[in-house]
């Protein structure tokens, strides 16, 4: 996927921006392949630029060290999740993009590494919280009513729940659409805050 779209010869000059957002994207693919496949530090930025057939000059430019590139990752699917989340700016919507965003391959793989790697990697790890989770957190705040947002860090905990820890063990795949709707239903019903979001 990524690794074929960056064997197409890339055309001379400056690329548009469209082509930067495409060259970034293929990148942090390839990274996360690679890290999920032989973990953090087995990584170089060289592994990193032959894989997606740039130069290590082009990932200085987009992103810098290896720290950088997981956290672009994360911020990543982050933003994503958030944005496309945010789209009638209801809080079921949501929740149902956050369930289907971090129940899913790429999320799993992330919260695998970071896992193994938190211990020797504490700045890394704390990166990770404040990029990750609490950023999460802090938009389902945004959405929550007013005087209740206390309950975003329950909510994102019920978002992942036991079904995160199985995909985590692997023991089950990444959920439907149908699936994550449901779940993310269910645990804004738990917290009574389902009525609030219809």
């Known amino acids: 996927m990524a690794a074929e779209r960056a ?4 055309k001379r000059g400056r690329p548009t921006e469209a082509e930067r957002t495409q060259r970034r994207d ?7 392949q ?7 530090h087995q990584v170089t930025l060289d592994d990193i630029a ?28 982050r933003d994503r999740t958030v944005h496309r989340g945010g789209a009638d700016g209801s809080l079921e919507e949501l929740a149902v993009m956050m369930v289907r965003a971090l129940h899913s391959d790429e999320a ?32 389902l705040r945004e959405r929550i009513p007013e005087g209740h947002d206390a309950m975003a860090s329950a909510l994102f905990a019920l978002l ?19 699936t994550a709707r449901r779940h993310a239903r269910a645990a804004l019903a738990q917290l009574g805050l389902a009525a609030r979001t219809a």
């Open 108 to 139: 799993i793989a992330l919260h695998r590494l970071m896992i193994i790697e938190a211990e020797a990697f504490p700045e890394l790890a704390r990166r990770f919280y404040d990029e990750g989770p609490r950023a999460y957190i802090s938009a």
């Open 50 to 77: 032959g894989e997606a057939h740039v130069t290590k000059r082009t990932i200085y430019a987009y992103f810098g060290d290896r720290t950088e590139i997981f956290l672009a990752s994360v911020e990543r699917l």
């Open 160 to 178: 992942l729940g036991e079904p995160h820890r199985q995909r985590l063990l692997g023991l089950a795949p990444a959920p439907s659409d149908a």
């Open 7 to 10: 064997q197409t010869p890339r």
């Open 34 to 40: 690679l890290f999920a496949a032989r973990g953090f």
């Open 26 to 32: 293929d990148i942090l693919d390839v990274a996360v």
